[in-house]
């Protein structure tokens, strides 16, 4: 016996949902695994395209001229990404894990627990990886103001750099998981909801390696691919998954606490580096219409996944 796909909350659909189901039900109902074959090299693309034009960008004299990444424009793209990162982890992969784990474990909030680990974990995880990045390079104060100011752009980069990699962790992670469902599922609704935030997450990623200033290129493309294969792994991996193992209710668990521990995950990245951060560093506190574009790209980015989550 193969895996099919698994009802969703509670198997209620509603009357929104029904042309996607009518339109999936032959690919579906049959071994072709054709939306997740489909997914592998799309999705890569995408991801790669969203991760590595920000920091090419970035490099080309003009653009820095033009101060891009300090325009409204820029900070309504992370805005955007930002709410699609939140509304991600909200609506898709904390409802998702809390349906898994509940249907098997009622009686207490498992989920919500999980996810609340993965936020304290990422916390640990940022700070650990600070403290090793900075060294002793933080300076002892002293010093001329040339030397100083130095220190600081350092300290500034590294910072920028500690975020990249928490967030590489992050979106690679849920991705992986959301990879690793479709691969099982072979369901249409999740993989249009895929295609439609795997660029935006991808821009959200490089928008971060853009500022942490990577020198060389090779180690800026290297970043865009670990991303970029995440979901074809976790798809692959489903794929496989779904040919050699029985349903059982331990693995619908398992599941369920690898997408609540992404949820929390994803909370903490969206809310602590991609939206406080521009606040503090992009002069948005100052400026009401950069405010403006922020908060509207956000509304919009959470809305676009909220909508999807109608269907995924």
């Known amino acids: 016996q193969k895996f099919t796909d698994t009802p969703r909350r509670g198997n209620t659909y509603s009357k929104s949902q029904a042309p996607l189901d009518s339109m999936a039900e032959e690919v579906e109902g049959d071994d072709s695994n054709l939306f997740a074959y489909i997914a592998i090299p799309v999705v890569f693309i995408l991801g790669f395209l969203g991760s590595v034009i920000p920091p090419f960008l970035s490099r080309r004299k003009k653009i820095v001229e033009m101060?891009?990444?300090?325009?409204?424009?820029?900070?309504?793209?992370?805005?955007?990404?930002?709410?699609?990162?939140?509304?991600?982890?909200?609506?898709h992969s904390f409802p998702e894990g809390n349906e898994k784990i509940e249907t098997h474990a009622p009686e207490y909030p498992y989920a919500g627990m999980i996810a609340l680990i993965g936020i304290f974990f990422t916390l640990v995880v940022e700070t650990t990886i600070h403290s090793l990045l900075s060294g002793h390079s933080h300076g002892h104060g002293h010093g001329n103001e040339k030397e100083v100011e130095v220190n600081s752009a350092s300290i500034q980069i590294k910072k920028f750099y500690t975020e990249m990699l928490i967030l590489l962790f992050g979106l690679s992670f849920?991705?992986?998981?959301?990879?690793?469902?479709l691969g099982l599922?072979?369901?249409?609704?999740?993989?249009?909801?895929?295609?439609?935030?795997?660029?935006?997450?991808?821009?959200?990623?490089?928008?971060r390696i853009s500022r942490a200033q990577l020198k060389k290129s090779w180690s800026i493309l290297l970043f865009d691919v670990l991303f970029s294969l995440a979901t074809p792994i976790g798809i692959s991996i489903g794929l496989i998954v779904k040919e050699t193992t029985e349903p059982s209710a331990g693995f619908d668990v398992f599941q369920g606490v690898?997408?609540?521990?992404?949820?929390?995950?994803?909370?903490?990245?969206?809310?602590?580096?991609?939206?406080?951060?521009?606040?503090?560093?992009?002069?948005?506190?100052?400026?009401?219409?950069?405010?403006?574009?922020?908060?509207?790209?956000?509304?919009?980015?959470?809305?676009?996944?909220?909508?999807?989550?109608?269907w995924a």
């Open 67 to 91: 101060k891009l990444f300090e325009s409204g424009f820029f900070i309504f793209l992370q805005g955007f990404a930002a709410g699609i990162v939140l509304a991600v982890a909200f609506v």
């Open 174 to 181: 849920h991705s992986l998981i959301v990879g690793f469902t």
């Open 185 to 207: 599922s072979n369901n249409l609704a999740l993989f249009l909801a895929i295609l439609a935030h795997q660029f935006f997450e991808g821009l959200a990623l490089g928008f």
């Open 258 to 310: 690898c997408d609540s521990l992404s949820a929390g995950i994803l909370i903490f990245v969206g809310l602590v580096h991609m939206m406080v951060e521009e606040i503090e560093f992009s002069g948005v506190k100052e400026s009401k219409l950069k405010q403006i574009y922020l908060y509207t790209g956000f509304l919009l980015g959470g809305a676009v996944m909220c909508i999807i989550a109608i």
